[in-house]
Protein backbone atom coordinates (compact mmCIF):
# COMPACT_ATOMS: atom_id res chain seq x y z
CA UNK A 1 0.00 0.00 0.00
CA UNK A 2 1.47 3.21 -0.89
CA UNK A 3 1.10 6.17 2.20
CA UNK A 4 1.23 9.29 -0.17
CA UNK A 5 2.81 11.93 1.94
CA UNK A 6 0.72 10.75 4.68
CA UNK A 7 1.76 13.91 6.91
CA UNK A 8 0.10 16.14 4.03
CA UNK A 9 -3.03 17.90 5.12
CA UNK A 10 -3.81 19.31 1.65
CA UNK A 11 -4.87 15.82 -0.06
CA UNK A 12 -8.15 16.96 -1.80
CA UNK A 13 -10.89 16.37 1.56
CA UNK A 14 -13.58 17.90 0.99
CA UNK A 15 -13.18 20.79 3.79
CA UNK A 16 -15.09 20.03 6.60
CA UNK A 17 -15.95 16.56 5.99
CA UNK A 18 -14.87 14.60 9.43
CA UNK A 19 -15.39 11.10 10.43
CA UNK A 20 -16.12 8.90 13.33
CA UNK A 21 -14.50 10.44 16.41
CA UNK A 22 -12.34 8.08 18.19
CA UNK A 23 -14.66 8.76 20.95
CA UNK A 24 -17.90 8.84 18.82
CA UNK A 25 -20.12 11.35 17.78
CA UNK A 26 -22.35 10.81 21.01
CA UNK A 27 -25.49 10.62 18.58
CA UNK A 28 -24.88 6.74 17.92
CA UNK A 29 -26.62 3.57 20.01
CA UNK A 30 -23.91 1.14 21.73
CA UNK A 31 -24.64 -1.07 19.00
CA UNK A 32 -23.63 1.41 15.85
CA UNK A 33 -20.47 2.38 17.82
CA UNK A 34 -19.24 -1.53 18.30
CA UNK A 35 -20.06 -2.23 14.84
CA UNK A 36 -18.61 0.73 13.26
CA UNK A 37 -14.68 0.57 15.05
CA UNK A 38 -14.87 -3.39 14.46
CA UNK A 39 -13.27 -2.13 11.30
CA UNK A 40 -10.28 -1.13 13.10
CA UNK A 41 -9.27 -2.10 16.22
CA UNK A 42 -8.58 0.43 19.09
CA UNK A 43 -5.32 -1.10 19.57
CA UNK A 44 -4.69 -0.40 15.71
CA UNK A 45 -5.88 2.81 16.31
CA UNK A 46 -3.62 3.65 19.26
CA UNK A 47 -0.65 2.08 18.08
CA UNK A 48 -1.05 3.91 14.64
CA UNK A 49 -1.55 7.00 17.08
CA UNK A 50 1.56 6.48 19.13
CA UNK A 51 3.93 6.04 15.88
CA UNK A 52 2.19 9.54 14.29
CA UNK A 53 3.32 10.71 17.48
CA UNK A 54 6.81 9.28 17.28
CA UNK A 55 7.39 10.64 13.72
CA UNK A 56 6.22 14.39 14.65
CA UNK A 57 8.86 13.95 17.89
CA UNK A 58 11.36 12.31 15.70
CA UNK A 59 14.79 14.69 14.90
CA UNK A 60 16.51 12.37 12.42
CA UNK A 61 14.63 11.87 8.71
CA UNK A 62 15.06 8.26 8.50
CA UNK A 63 13.44 7.73 12.07
CA UNK A 64 10.83 9.66 11.19
CA UNK A 65 10.61 7.69 7.91
CA UNK A 66 10.54 4.16 9.85
CA UNK A 67 7.58 5.08 11.82
CA UNK A 68 5.51 6.50 9.14
CA UNK A 69 6.60 2.80 7.59
CA UNK A 70 5.02 0.99 10.19
CA UNK A 71 2.18 2.90 10.85
CA UNK A 72 1.62 2.36 7.36
CA UNK A 73 1.90 -1.82 7.88
CA UNK A 74 -0.04 -1.99 10.57
CA UNK A 75 -2.75 0.00 8.87
CA UNK A 76 -2.22 -2.15 5.82
CA UNK A 77 -3.62 -5.10 7.26
CA UNK A 78 -7.06 -3.83 7.89
CA UNK A 79 -7.05 -2.24 4.05
CA UNK A 80 -6.88 1.56 6.12
CA UNK A 81 -4.18 4.31 5.32
CA UNK A 82 -3.67 7.82 7.51
CA UNK A 83 -3.13 11.58 7.04
CA UNK A 84 -2.73 14.62 9.67
CA UNK A 85 -5.03 16.81 8.81
CA UNK A 86 -3.80 20.57 9.79
CA UNK A 87 -6.21 22.43 11.97
CA UNK A 88 -6.66 26.07 13.58
CA UNK A 89 -7.18 24.50 16.76
CA UNK A 90 -4.54 21.58 16.42
CA UNK A 91 -3.47 18.69 14.01
CA UNK A 92 -5.67 15.76 13.98
CA UNK A 93 -4.84 12.15 12.32
CA UNK A 94 -7.12 10.81 10.65
CA UNK A 95 -7.18 7.14 9.71
CA UNK A 96 -9.59 5.98 6.92
CA UNK A 97 -10.15 3.32 4.54
CA UNK A 98 -7.49 3.06 1.83
CA UNK A 99 -10.29 2.64 -1.30
CA UNK A 100 -10.76 6.35 -0.37
CA UNK A 101 -7.43 7.47 -1.20
CA UNK A 102 -6.43 7.84 -5.27
CA UNK A 103 -2.56 6.46 -5.30
CA UNK A 104 -2.01 8.37 -8.60
CA UNK A 105 -3.33 12.10 -7.22
CA UNK A 106 -1.97 11.75 -3.83
CA UNK A 107 -5.84 12.67 -2.98
CA UNK A 108 -8.94 11.63 -1.01
CA UNK A 109 -11.97 10.59 -3.91
CA UNK A 110 -15.10 12.07 -2.39
CA UNK A 111 -16.88 9.99 -4.68
CA UNK A 112 -15.58 6.75 -3.35
CA UNK A 113 -16.62 7.25 0.04
CA UNK A 114 -19.93 5.65 0.85
CA UNK A 115 -20.25 6.19 4.98
CA UNK A 116 -17.97 8.79 6.38
CA UNK A 117 -17.88 7.23 9.76
CA UNK A 118 -15.85 4.54 8.68
CA UNK A 119 -12.95 7.01 9.46
CA UNK A 120 -11.18 7.39 12.72
CA UNK A 121 -9.95 11.05 14.32
CA UNK A 122 -7.43 11.49 16.64
CA UNK A 123 -6.98 14.79 17.58
CA UNK A 124 -2.95 15.09 18.16
CA UNK A 125 -3.08 18.57 19.57
CA UNK A 126 -5.30 20.91 20.85
CA UNK A 127 -8.03 20.04 23.04
CA UNK A 128 -9.47 16.29 23.48
CA UNK A 129 -13.49 16.13 24.09
CA UNK A 130 -14.28 17.50 27.57
CA UNK A 131 -16.74 14.42 27.57
CA UNK A 132 -13.82 12.05 28.08
CA UNK A 133 -12.32 14.25 31.03
CA UNK A 134 -13.23 12.27 34.21
CA UNK A 135 -11.32 9.13 32.42
CA UNK A 136 -8.31 11.51 31.15
CA UNK A 137 -8.30 12.81 34.59
CA UNK A 138 -8.04 9.33 36.05
CA UNK A 139 -5.39 8.24 33.84
CA UNK A 140 -3.50 11.27 34.56
CA UNK A 141 -3.64 11.04 38.43
CA UNK A 142 -2.65 7.33 38.19
CA UNK A 143 0.65 8.38 36.40
CA UNK A 144 1.13 10.89 38.56
CA UNK A 145 0.72 8.43 41.47
CA UNK A 146 3.33 6.14 39.44
CA UNK A 147 5.93 9.39 39.30
CA UNK A 148 5.62 9.98 43.15
CA UNK A 149 6.22 6.23 43.77
CA UNK A 150 9.45 6.11 41.86
CA UNK A 151 11.08 9.70 42.17
CA UNK A 152 9.40 11.25 44.81
CA UNK A 153 7.11 13.89 46.10
CA UNK A 154 8.85 16.92 44.47
CA UNK A 155 8.47 15.48 41.56
CA UNK A 156 5.32 13.86 41.65
CA UNK A 157 3.88 17.51 43.05
CA UNK A 158 5.44 19.35 39.74
CA UNK A 159 3.94 16.06 37.40
CA UNK A 160 0.50 16.64 39.63
CA UNK A 161 0.54 20.31 38.38
CA UNK A 162 1.25 19.03 34.87
CA UNK A 163 -1.89 16.74 35.30
CA UNK A 164 -3.67 19.76 36.14
CA UNK A 165 -2.74 21.74 33.05
CA UNK A 166 -3.23 18.85 30.49
CA UNK A 167 -6.50 17.79 31.68
CA UNK A 168 -8.33 21.11 32.39
CA UNK A 169 -7.42 22.89 29.34
CA UNK A 170 -6.85 20.52 26.64
CA UNK A 171 -8.76 17.30 28.25
CA UNK A 172 -6.19 15.02 27.29
CA UNK A 173 -3.29 12.71 29.03
CA UNK A 174 0.00 14.21 30.02
CA UNK A 175 1.81 11.96 28.07
CA UNK A 176 0.09 13.47 24.70
CA UNK A 177 1.48 16.95 25.46
CA UNK A 178 3.07 18.40 21.78
CA UNK A 179 5.96 20.38 22.58
CA UNK A 180 4.37 23.61 22.54
CA UNK A 181 1.91 22.51 24.78
CA UNK A 182 5.05 22.20 27.31
CA UNK A 183 6.25 25.04 26.71
CA UNK A 184 2.85 27.26 27.20
CA UNK A 185 2.76 24.88 30.61
CA UNK A 186 6.47 25.64 31.82
CA UNK A 187 6.08 29.21 30.44
CA UNK A 188 2.57 30.34 30.86
CA UNK A 189 1.12 28.18 33.46
CA UNK A 190 3.55 27.03 36.00
CA UNK A 191 5.10 30.42 36.67
CA UNK A 192 1.39 31.89 37.35
CA UNK A 193 -0.76 29.52 38.68
CA UNK A 194 1.72 26.53 41.00
CA UNK A 195 2.52 27.67 43.94
CA UNK A 196 5.60 25.46 43.56
CA UNK A 197 8.60 25.51 46.00
CA UNK A 198 11.88 26.39 45.16
CA UNK A 199 13.02 22.30 44.87
CA UNK A 200 10.06 21.82 42.77
CA UNK A 201 11.15 24.83 40.25
CA UNK A 202 15.06 23.45 40.14
CA UNK A 203 13.60 20.08 38.97
CA UNK A 204 10.59 20.96 36.60
CA UNK A 205 11.89 20.26 33.30
CA UNK A 206 13.32 16.80 34.54
CA UNK A 207 9.66 16.49 36.55
CA UNK A 208 8.16 16.46 33.20
CA UNK A 209 10.41 14.55 31.45
CA UNK A 210 9.94 11.70 33.89
CA UNK A 211 6.14 11.92 32.90
CA UNK A 212 6.86 10.88 29.54
CA UNK A 213 9.50 8.27 30.87
CA UNK A 214 7.40 6.64 33.46
CA UNK A 215 4.36 6.21 31.11
CA UNK A 216 6.86 4.75 28.64
CA UNK A 217 6.93 7.57 25.75
CA UNK A 218 9.72 9.15 24.73
CA UNK A 219 10.46 12.38 25.80
CA UNK A 220 9.88 15.04 23.36
CA UNK A 221 12.88 16.98 22.89
CA UNK A 222 11.68 20.84 24.37
CA UNK A 223 13.36 23.82 25.39
CA UNK A 224 12.45 26.59 27.71
CA UNK A 225 12.95 30.45 26.24
Same mark, same amino acid.
Given at each position: ?13 ? @? ?7 ? $? ?19 ? =? *? ?15 ? *? ?26 ? @? ?18 ? @? ?24 ? @? ?13 ? $???? $? ?24 ? =? ?24 ? =? $? ?16
Amino acid at each position: MSDLNPEDASDGTV @DGDSGESRT $GTGTETETESETETEELPEET =I *EEAERLTRLARQAVVDR *EEASYRDRRAAILEDHDFTARVREEAAG @DVLVLHPEEWHDDDEGVIRT @DRIEDVSRAIEVRLEGAGDPDDWEAV @DADNRTLVDAVRAEH $GDVH $GDNADAFADFMGNHYARRMDSASVSE =IQEFLEEYYVRNVWSSEEQRAVIEES =I $GLVFETAGEPVPEFVVQ
